[in-house]
T-cell receptor, first 115, second 111 residues
Framework: QKEVEQNSGPLSVPEGAIASLNCTYS??????FFWYRQYSGKSPELIMS????GDKEDGRFTAQLNKASQYVSLLIRDSQPSDSATYLC???????????????FGTGTQLKVEL | NAGVTQTPKFQVLKTGQSMTLQCAQD?????MYWYRQDPGMGLRLIYY???????DKGEVPNGYNVSRLNKREFSLRLESAAPSQTSVYFC??????????FGPGTRLTVT
């Protein structure tokens, strides 16, 4: 079982619809969770972080975390063509030696927003 | 405020050549990281530096060395490049426990 699993897609949604991206993780001690957006040929860009169970909203983005089910999701409302990208889920299992953050990444879900 | 910067953006090496990838951040972050990204493999941690003066191995350290020059700068060195090191390399930084930010990346091809 992969530590962080995402459906690779592509996930196609029409412009204006809600896009729902899902991620499951295997390590119950995971402490914090992040969503990154990566356009083709570019670096990952942080769009959401979530640290406790429930929902967190930021503009058109909502992150949802359920630690009991080991599941984190990202909803994008009013999807736009500019949202077309690969979305990476990252899970922080806790401090590395000396205090760093061990992020484990999923392989990403490709989202296509169609006109 | 440039965030995380990396040089060079692109590099082509022949097998056996050496090179150093440079990374700098201006966010006063304590921790810095080097990742590689390969198709189908996701981002994998090569080395990290939790604080100035410390470095540790990540998941895939073989063939690489690092130097934390000061709080701002963290370099990655390939001593004898191999085709298996063809990849996109990202540097990242964060404050302990908080969000991690990435540089623009270096595309490396080893022939």
């Amino acid at each position: 079982q992969k530590e962080v699993e995402q459906n690779s897609g592509p996930l196609s949604v029409p412009e204006g619809a809600i896009a729902s991206l899902n991620c499951t993780y295997s390590d119950r001690v995971s402490q914090s969770f992040f969503w990154y957006r990566q356009y083709s040929g570019k670096s990952p860009e942080l769009i959401m972080s979530i640290y406790s169970n429930g929902d967190k909203e930021d503009g058109r983005f909502t992150a949802q975390l359920n630690k009991a089910s080991q599941y984190v999701s990202l909803l994008i409302r009013d999807s736009q063509p500019s949202d077309s990208a690969t979305y990476l889920c990252a899970v922080n299992r806790g401090g590395l030696t000396g205090g760093g953050n061990k992020l484990t990444f999923g392989t990403g879900t490709q989202l296509k927003v169609e006109l | 405020n440039a965030g995380v910067t990396q040089t060079p953006k692109f590099q082509v090496l022949k097998t056996g050549q050496s090179m150093t990838l440079q990374c700098a951040q201006d966010m006063n972050h304590n921790s810095m990281y080097w990742y590689r990204q390969d198709p189908g493999m996701g981002l994998r941690l090569i080395y990290y530096s939790a604080s100035e003066g410390t470095t540790d191995k990540g998941e895939v350290p073989n063939g690489y060395n690092v130097s934390r020059l000061n709080k701002r700068e963290f370099s990655l060195r390939l001593e004898s490049a191999a085709p298996s090191q063809t990849s996109v390399y990202f540097c990242a930084s964060d404050r302990a426990g908080y969000e991690q930010y990435f540089g623009p990346g270096t595309r490396l091809t080893v022939t």
